[in-house]
């Protein structure tokens, strides 16, 4: 957790950085990225170097003998005149060099482009002396720093850029509770923040007591978590378990590193529109049945040259429209059996064009559509007002009946302040969701007595479950509004006679108050 004294240095040098004349979010991040990566480089340097000096091992440097001024030691404690040129002209071409050379390595895309943007020189000796006093061997603090330099986008919303909350996230991914073997994918990754969920959702649930820690942070009780019980998945988990691509290059370099801050060795980390025909071409066991989960919440909107999408995505459902695409896509990617949670506008759910209904009807009827999860409009505010949903899906199999939930509060207020609230029902469909795909006996709800039961039959509730032929007689319609039923109390009016006379009484008295105010007056 960052806290205290390190956080108001964080934030102090994002105001540096915005005053130096960076003002973009997305640029502050990446520029910090980089700096960090410099440090951690020479850090694993320093590592291999003691290892083989133990080990008797050789091992590849990261550092020609004629590159050791390159190293963070070497050139960090210079001055503003000569760190900024030495960073600019010998640091950063160094970064690009190793990236020509990584080949797969996840840092090959991330730096092959890498440019300083820092101008001022005190801004840069600022930077580098903050970066070089954090704790960047302890994969927590690195991954809390991650996040709360994230935090800074939430607001930010620059260049239509914006994060999926964090508790959402959490959420979905405890939806779909995933496993140590599954290969996991974002699409269209942005920050991956659904992936770093997914990693730390595995430590939670395979941390030993023993690999469980709790210390005290600002008087708040922080548990840390080894995830020791990974260690016979551990390559799988570090190498192949997690894979991300987009289109936008920062975005990809901040995933990269927000993936290796929070513990992830060997990210598959990609720029590439995965709705392009060369995505199959490029990367084809991830663009066909290569993936056990995938977690989206994939662009709303704009249309595309459809002249560029794969054509088989086509003829799933043949349409310009993102969103549509995208679920396709997602269904193109999965294995079959696998399973995802996207975050979608609600137009898909209920869109009247053909290929809405085309597509609504080939998840239904082609594959095992599971839930259907509506979320209030404000859960994007301050920067996108747009009401979206939550669709769970496997690919293949049947769909019997689907359950639906209809989210009214996430315990952040909906407008654009999102200040904490008391009301919260993601807790309640976590619950719910796991009651009704276990089939366990249900929960009792909030005011029913003793020993009485929750019915998912009941559409009157929040949580219900509706069968296959009554969304199939809908048309396919998937909006929550389409199968939940309102309760209607009747409201007790008063006898309009007995409201007449009060007005009248109200009247008279009144007029007589006004006489005697005209009294007054003389």
Same mark, same amino acid.
């Given at each position: 957790?960052?806290?205290?004294?390190?956080?108001?240095?964080?934030?102090?040098?994002?105001?540096?950085?915005?005053?130096?004349?960076?003002?973009?979010?997305?640029?502050?991040?990446?520029?910090?990225?980089?700096?960090?990566?410099?440090?951690?480089?020479?850090?694993?340097?320093?590592?291999?170097?003691?290892?083989?000096?133990?080990?008797?091992?050789?091992?590849?440097?990261?550092?020609?003998?004629?590159?050791?001024?390159?190293?963070?030691?070497?050139?960090?404690?210079?001055?503003?005149?000569?760190?900024?040129?030495?960073?600019?002209?010998?640091?950063?071409?160094?970064?690009?060099?190793?990236?020509?050379?990584?080949?797969?390595?996840?840092?090959?895309?991330?730096?092959?482009?890498?440019?300083?943007?820092?101008?001022?020189?005190?801004?840069?000796?600022?930077?580098?002396?903050?970066?070089?006093?954090?704790?960047?061997?302890?994969? $927590?603090?690195?991954?809390?720093?991650?996040?709360?330099?994230?935090?800074?986008?939430?607001?930010?919303?620059?260049?239509?850029?914006?994060?999926?909350?964090?508790?959402?996230?959490?959420?979905?991914?405890?939806?779909?509770?995933?496993?140590? !073997?599954?290969?996991?994918?974002?699409?269209?990754?942005?920050?991956?923040?659904?992936?770093?969920?997914?990693?730390?959702?595995?430590?939670?649930?395979?941390?030993?007591?023993?690999?469980?820690?709790?210390?005290?942070? $600002?008087?708040?009780?922080?548990?840390?978590?080894?995830?020791?019980?990974?260690?016979?998945?551990?390559?799988?988990?570090?190498?192949?378990?997690?894979?991300?691509?987009?289109?936008?290059? !920062?975005?990809?370099?901040?995933?990269?590193?927000?993936?290796?801050?929070?513990?992830?060795?060997?990210?598959?980390?990609?720029?590439?529109?995965?709705?392009? *025909?060369?995505?199959?071409?490029?990367?084809?066991?991830?663009?066909?049945?290569?993936?056990?989960?995938?977690?989206?919440?994939?662009?709303?909107?704009?249309?595309?040259?459809?002249?560029?999408?794969?054509?088989?995505?086509?003829?799933?459902?043949? !349409?310009?429209?993102?969103?549509?695409?995208?679920?396709?896509?997602?269904?193109?990617?999965?294995?079959?059996?696998?399973?995802?949670?996207?975050?979608?506008?609600?137009?898909?759910?209920?869109?009247?064009?053909?290929?809405?209904?085309?597509?609504?009807?080939?998840?239904?009827?082609?594959?095992?559509?599971?839930?259907?999860?509506?979320?209030?409009?404000?859960?994007?505010?301050?920067?996108?007002?747009?009401?979206?949903?939550?669709?769970?899906?496997?690919?293949?199999?049947?769909?019997?009946?689907?359950?639906?939930?209809?989210?009214?509060?996430?315990?952040?207020?909906?407008?654009?302040?999102?200040?904490?609230?008391?009301?919260?029902?993601?807790?309640?469909?976590?619950?719910?969701?796991? *009651?009704?795909?276990?089939?366990?006996?249900?929960?009792?709800?909030?005011?029913?007595?003793?020993?009485?039961?929750?019915?998912? !039959?009941?559409?009157?509730?929040?949580?219900?479950?509706?069968?296959?032929?009554?969304?199939?007689?809908?048309?396919?319609?998937?909006?929550?509004?389409?199968?939940?039923?309102?309760?209607?109390?009747?409201?007790?009016?008063?006898?309009?006679?007995?409201?007449?006379?009060?007005?009248?009484?109200?009247?008279?008295?009144?007029?007589?108050?006004?006489?005697?105010?005209?009294?007054?007056?003389?």
């Amino acid at each position: 957790m960052i806290t205290g004294e390190l956080k108001n240095r964080i934030n102090s040098l994002w105001t540096e950085f915005w005053t130096g004349g960076i003002t973009n979010p997305l640029t502050v991040i990446e520029q910090i990225t980089f700096l960090m990566y410099a440090r951690m480089l020479d850090m694993a340097e320093r590592r291999d170097e003691r290892m083989s000096q133990v080990s008797g091992k050789s091992f590849k440097p990261r550092f020609a003998a004629n590159e050791q001024d390159c190293r963070w030691e070497g050139w960090r404690h210079l001055g503003g005149a000569e760190m900024l040129p030495h960073v600019r002209d010998r640091v950063f071409p160094h970064f690009r060099r190793l990236a020509a050379e990584a080949g797969d390595n996840p840092f090959a895309e991330f730096m092959k482009d890498a440019q300083l943007m820092v101008q001022k020189e005190q801004l840069l000796v600022k930077a580098v002396n903050m970066i070089n006093d954090l704790p960047l061997e302890r994969g $927590d603090t690195k991954g809390d720093l991650y996040e709360h330099l994230l935090s800074k986008l939430t607001t930010a919303g620059i260049n239509g850029q914006f994060r999926t909350p964090r508790h959402i996230i959490r959420m979905m991914v405890e939806l779909m509770a995933p496993q140590p !073997t599954d290969r996991i994918c974002d699409p269209a990754c942005g920050t991956a923040g659904f992936l770093v969920e997914s990693y730390d959702y595995l430590l939670r649930k395979y941390s030993s007591a023993a690999g469980t820690h709790t210390e005290i942070v $600002d008087g708040e009780p922080v548990t840390l978590y080894s995830g020791d019980l990974l260690q016979e998945h551990r390559k799988h988990v570090d190498t192949d378990m997690f894979h991300a691509f987009d289109f936008d290059a !920062t975005m990809l370099r901040i995933a990269t590193m927000n993936l290796v801050m929070h513990g992830v060795a060997e990210p598959d980390v990609h720029y590439q529109d995965t709705l392009s *025909q060369k995505f199959e071409e490029r990367y084809p066991r991830s663009a066909k049945n290569g993936f056990d989960l995938i977690l989206a919440n994939p662009p709303f909107k704009g249309s595309l040259d459809e002249q560029d999408v794969a054509p088989d995505i086509l003829r799933t459902v043949k !349409t310009k429209k993102t969103e549509l695409l995208f679920v396709a896509l997602i269904l193109r990617m999965l294995k079959v059996g696998g399973r995802s949670a996207t975050i979608v506008p609600d137009g898909v759910l209920f869109g009247s064009s053909k290929a809405h209904a085309q597509m609504r009807k080939h998840l239904v009827e082609d594959n095992q559509l599971e839930a259907v999860i509506s979320l209030p409009s404000g859960v994007f505010k301050p920067y996108a007002g747009v009401s979206t949903a939550i669709i769970i899906f496997s690919k293949g199999g049947k769909t019997d009946e689907v359950f639906f939930y209809d989210v009214q509060a996430d315990g952040l207020s909906l407008d654009d302040k999102r200040q904490p609230i008391k009301d919260n029902d993601l807790p309640d469909v976590l619950a719910q969701w796991q *009651q009704w795909r276990d089939r366990l006996p249900p929960l009792p709800r909030a005011g029913e007595g003793p020993g009485e039961r929750a019915d998912f !039959t009941d559409r009157t509730q929040k949580a219900f479950s509706v069968r296959l032929a009554d969304i199939a007689a809908q048309n396919y319609d998937l909006s929550i509004n389409r199968y939940k039923q309102q309760v209607h109390v009747a409201e007790k009016h008063d006898n309009p006679r007995d409201i007449l006379k009060r007005l009248k009484e109200l009247e008279n008295e009144i007029q007589k108050e006004l006489a005697e105010l005209e009294g007054m007056l003389g």
